[in-house]
């Protein structure tokens, strides 16, 4: 079994910043897309940023210039660095990612959500 624990979210004013991070554990043979998504009330959940194994990143145009998916391979951990909030940028965050298992099976992951509200 695969654990995704995250972590930073919170209460923030308009043009604050907050760092998130997503730590996996367990069964992990290799990771390959790690990523944030995110869903606002009464909103579907959407993508926010991914980033590969490699380093390769890809992020909604609604935070290109603000926030910043990095990566530890060695730590299993991936972050959003969020600058710049905005009160539309409060949502519930969920880390997601897809890995090959100990049984080099190919699994999706999601954790939690942690909840970014950002007051105006």
């Known amino acids: 079994q695969v654990q995704l624990v995250e972590s930073g979210g919170g209460l923030v004013q308009a043009g604050g910043s907050l760092r998130l991070s997503c730590a996996a554990s367990?069964?992990?043979?290799?990771?390959?897309?790690m990523g944030w998504y995110r869903q606002a009330p009464g909103k579907q959940r959407e993508l926010v940023a991914t980033?590969?194994?490699?380093?390769?990143?890809n992020c909604a145009d609604s935070v290109k210039g603000r926030f910043t998916i990095s990566r530890d391979n060695a730590k299993n951990t991936v972050y959003l660095q969020m600058n710049s909030l905005k009160p539309e940028d409060t949502a519930v965050y969920y880390c997601?990612?897809?890995?090959?298992?100990?049984?080099?099976?190919?699994?999706?992951?999601w954790g939690q959500g942690t909840q970014v509200t950002v007051s105006s």
């Open positions: 997601n990612t897809d890995l090959r298992d100990r049984y080099y099976r190919i699994r999706v992951y």
């Open positions: 980033i590969t194994s490699d380093g390769s990143t």
């Open positions: 367990g069964s992990i043979f290799s990771i390959n897309t």
